[in-house]
């Protein structure tokens, strides 16, 4: 593919107005290849370089791409590995280039979403956009009703408070990812957990410091996607439809949010200005005049 302006190729790719992507591009916002770009006369091959606005890449190139993988344990939920262990990429063998949405623990298994959609890694990521993520967690002992109740209500940790959404205990062993082997040995309970976050092992050590050490940690939703009946290792892409409800995440997350306005305060009726009405004059009846006249007594 010939190459092009850079702030062509983003205008194209549908990242902003010709205009905008210049103004991107002068404040240090655009990489190509990880190198920060400021000048606007550079060229780029949009089949070869990988371009990334904030930190998310662009799709410019062929088309988008959409796989989702069941992690298993053991493997690196990165692009690549400098010891050379094997990636979720090394799974799927895609002729393009996509990269892992989020993280999976090396001794977490499940979910991941291998794309080249910048738009939909961001609406997935970032917590403001508020996408659930849920996981399954066999965990020892039995989780108190106390003890759900103070993950719902924050857990602190040395980086901060850490908190579920929600959590529930599950009664014998979940249903909620039918192509995985799940057993529930002795003494040990599972666990649904839902976050809105994803730090870095955030619920091992949440249940670590409440006396619940993790056993095995699976994800089995994110936003809109479930892991279905996918055995660990196997990959699929996405369908029209879960394309579509991600591709709707990203519209939403284009429109402004109004800001809600303060409610006025009721307005006080004034009092009403009584009238005083004017009392009407009444006429005196004059006297009568009594007749009167010679021999009138």
Do not use: F
């Not at 066999?138 to 009703?145: A, C, I, N, Q, W």
């Not at 409610?263 to 009403?272: G, Y």
């Amino acid at each position: 593919m010939a190459e092009e302006r850079l702030q062509k190729v983003l205008a194209n790719a549908g990242v902003a107005s010709r205009r905008t992507a210049e103004e991107m591009i002068k404040a240090g916002r655009v990489t190509v290849n990880g190198q920060v770009v400021t000048q606007l006369g550079t060229k780029v091959d949009p089949a070869r370089d990988m371009i990334a606005v904030d930190g998310n890449i662009v799709a410019v190139g062929a088309g988008r791409i959409y796989v989702l993988l069941n992690k298993p344990v053991g493997v690196i939920s990165s692009a690549s590995d400098r010891w050379g262990r094997k990636t979720v990429l090394d799974l799927v063998g895609l002729p393009g280039r996509v990269y892992p949405v989020g993280r999976l623990d090396l001794d977490s298994e499940g979910l991941i979403l291998l794309t080249n959609d910048g738009e939909v890694t961001n609406v997935l990521t970032h917590p403001r956009y508020g996408q659930q993520k849920t996981y399954l967690a066999l965990v020892r002992g039995e989780p108190s009703d106390a003890v759900l109740e103070q993950m719902t209500r924050g857990v602190e940790l040395p980086d901060g408070t850490a908190k579920a959404q929600d959590v529930r205990r599950i009664a014998g062993v979940p249903n909620s990812a039918p192509g995985m082997t799940l057993r529930k040995p002795e003494g040990m309970t599972w666990l649904e957990i839902t976050l809105l976050e994803g730090r870095k092992r955030e619920i091992r050590r949440m249940l670590e410091k409440l006396g619940h050490p993790v056993e095995r940690l699976i994800r089995i939703r994110m936003g809109p996607l479930t892991l279905g009946r996918l055995a660990p290792g196997e990959w699929r892409h996405l369908t029209p439809a879960e394309v579509r409800a991600l591709r709707a995440l990203v519209e939403k997350a284009r429109k402004p949010q109004r800001p809600q306005k303060e409610p006025k305060p009721a307005r006080q009726a004034r009092p009403s200005a009584r009238r005083t009405s004017r009392p009407t004059a009444r006429r005196n009846p004059s006297p009568r005049k009594e007749r009167g006249g010679k021999g009138q007594r």
